[in-house]
C-alpha cells in the first residue's frame, strides 16, 4: 500500500507541474527580440510609438500592454473598432481596411479632430473608390470649407490620371474647379483649364501650365 500511495502522490505532483508550467506558457507574452531597441528607449512618447509600430509589424497585440493607451493599440492592432476608445483609432482601422462602414462609428463632429467626414475622405482617397466620395455630405454653410468631397475627388483624378472623375463630381455637386484645375497642371493640358469655372482660378491654371513650360 505504501508504493501505490508513493506512486499516487508521485502522479499527482507531477500533474499540478505541468499545470503550472502550462498555465504561465500561455499567459506570459512573448515578445519578438526587437522589443529591446523599445526597451532601452527612455520613457516617453517615442518609447511608446516604438512599442506601438513594433506591435502592429509582428501584429502581436501583447506588446501594447506596454503602452498607456494600450486599448487603441490592441484595436488597431487585431483590426476591431469595436474595441477602440477614441475616434482616431476609428479612422486608422477604417482606412486600413477601406471600410466606409467603419467611419459610421466616429462621434465627433469637431472639423480640428477626426470627424466621420474626414474618415470618408481618406477611405475614399485611398481606396480609389469614387463611390465613397459621393456619400461624403455637404459640409454647414456656417463652417469654413476643409474640402473633403473635393480632395477625395481630386486625389483619386490625379491617382489614377482619370479626368471623368472630376466630370462626375461637376454633374453631381455642380462644381469641380480644382479637379479640373490640379488634372490640368499635372497633364500641363490648357484644355482642361477651359473646363474651369471660376475665372479667377483659370487664369492660375493657365499661368500655371505656361511657367511650367517656360520657367523663368
Given at each position: 500500500?505504501?508504493?501505490?500511495?508513493?506512486?499516487?502522490?508521485?502522479?499527482?505532483?507531477?500533474?499540478?507541474?505541468?499545470?503550472?508550467?502550462?498555465?504561465?506558457s500561455s499567459s506570459t507574452a512573448v515578445y519578438p527580440p526587437e522589443i529591446?531597441?523599445?526597451?532601452?528607449?527612455?520613457?516617453?512618447?517615442?518609447?511608446?510609438?516604438c512599442y506601438f509600430n513594433l506591435a502592429k509589424t509582428t501584429e502581436n497585440s501583447a506588446i501594447c500592454q506596454k503602452i498607456s493607451n494600450y486599448p487603441d493599440c490592441i484595436a488597431i492592432v487585431e483590426q476591431n473598432s469595436d474595441k477602440c476608445e477614441?475616434?482616431?483609432?476609428?479612422?486608422?482601422?477604417?482606412?486600413?481596411?477601406?471600410?466606409?462602414?467603419?467611419?459610421?462609428?466616429?462621434?465627433?463632429?469637431?472639423?480640428?479632430?477626426?470627424?466621420?467626414?474626414?474618415?470618408?475622405?481618406?477611405?475614399?482617397?485611398?481606396?480609389?473608390?469614387?463611390?465613397?466620395?459621393?456619400?461624403?455630405?455637404d459640409e454647414p454653410k456656417a463652417i469654413p470649407s476643409s474640402g473633403y468631397r473635393d480632395n477625395c475627388y481630386k486625389r483619386i483624378a490625379e491617382t489614377t490620371n482619370n479626368l471623368s472623375v472630376c466630370k462626375e463630381e461637376l454633374q453631381l455637386f455642380g462644381n469641380a474647379d480644382s479637379c479640373y484645375y490640379?488634372?490640368?497642371?499635372?497633364?500641363?493640358?490648357n484644355a482642361t483649364c477651359e473646363k474651369v469655372i471660376d475665372t479667377n482660378q483659370k487664369y492660375m491654371c493657365y499661368y500655371g501650365i505656361s511657367y511650367l513650360k517656360y520657367p523663368t
Open positions: 500500500w505504501l508504493k501505490i500511495i508513493i506512486l499516487i502522490f508521485v502522479l499527482l505532483l507531477i500533474g499540478a507541474i505541468y499545470f503550472i508550467f502550462v498555465h504561465n529591446k531597441t523599445c526597451d532601452d528607449l527612455p520613457s516617453g512618447i517615442l518609447k511608446e510609438e477614441n475616434d482616431g483609432c476609428i479612422f486608422q482601422i477604417a482606412v486600413a481596411k477601406k471600410d466606409s462602414t467603419i467611419c459610421d462609428k466616429i462621434k465627433s463632429s469637431d472639423i480640428t479632430a477626426v470627424t466621420k467626414t474626414s474618415c470618408l475622405e481618406e477611405v475614399g482617397r485611398s481606396s480609389l473608390n469614387i463611390s465613397v466620395c459621393r456619400i461624403i455630405p490640379r488634372m490640368a497642371i499635372i497633364n500641363a493640358n
